[in-house]
């Protein structure tokens, strides 16, 4: 424990530090080279907007408190249960967020260019991906978050990373619902075929 409690602190730190900066790095670049965002929020005050506001204020909040424990002990504040604060819980937690980061990059490049953040509002921009991970769910991407979410939680097992947690689930479940409204407007038929063979989850 003396010796991975320090690296899952300073991991948490990094992690989140450069999955911020992989992801502005990401849309950077397609935009540079595709002329339009891939990041969508929504019309003002839709469910999506409200969706990804709560989502960057969260994402905000873990990257700030997971630099700032790298140097303040702050775990009082975070409410840590301390009958989960164990040493090969915490290193399930990291391999979780390192298995949901591999995840993640794996699915965003087979989505390549269709790849969105959000509800792409100029949908003939986008294919309707059926194959490869889309074949056995028809939201493996959210999964992966979701995965590294409850890993997040098991590193820092506290009162704040469960709202996280659970905050986080209900966001991304509620997200999911919209996106396939979306896809099925834009698709019509053959998403209601897709819907029928493929779960949404699992």
Request: with cysteine.
């Amino acid at each position: 424990m003396l010796l991975i409690e320090p690296l899952v602190r300073h991991f948490l730190g990094i992690f989140f530090l450069m999955i911020g900066l992989q992801f502005a790095g990401r849309t950077l670049g397609l935009y540079r080279r595709l002329q339009f965002s891939h990041i969508n929020y929504g019309e003002r005050g839709s469910a999506p907007w409200w969706h990804r506001h709560t989502f960057n204020v969260f994402r905000a909040a873990i990257l700030g408190v997971c630099m700032v424990r790298i140097f303040f002990d702050m775990d009082p504040w975070l409410g840590v249960f301390s009958s989960l604060y164990q040493g090969w819980i915490l290193l399930a937690g990291m391999v979780l967020l390192l298995v949901s980061y591999s995840a993640v990059n794996y699915l965003q490049a087979y989505m390549h260019e269709d790849w969105r953040s959000g509800i792409d509002p100029h949908g003939d921009r986008q294919k309707l991906l059926t194959s490869g991970p889309f074949a056995r769910s028809r939201n493996p991407l959210f999964l992966a978050v979701m995965t590294g979410q409850l890993g997040f939680f098991l590193a820092l097992p506290s009162v704040f990373s469960l709202v996280c947690l659970v905050v986080g689930v209900v966001v991304i479940t509620r997200q999911a619902r919209e996106e396939e409204k979306a896809l099925a407007r834009q698709f019509g038929e053959a998403y209601d075929d897709y819907r029928a063979r493929v779960p949404r989850w699992f």
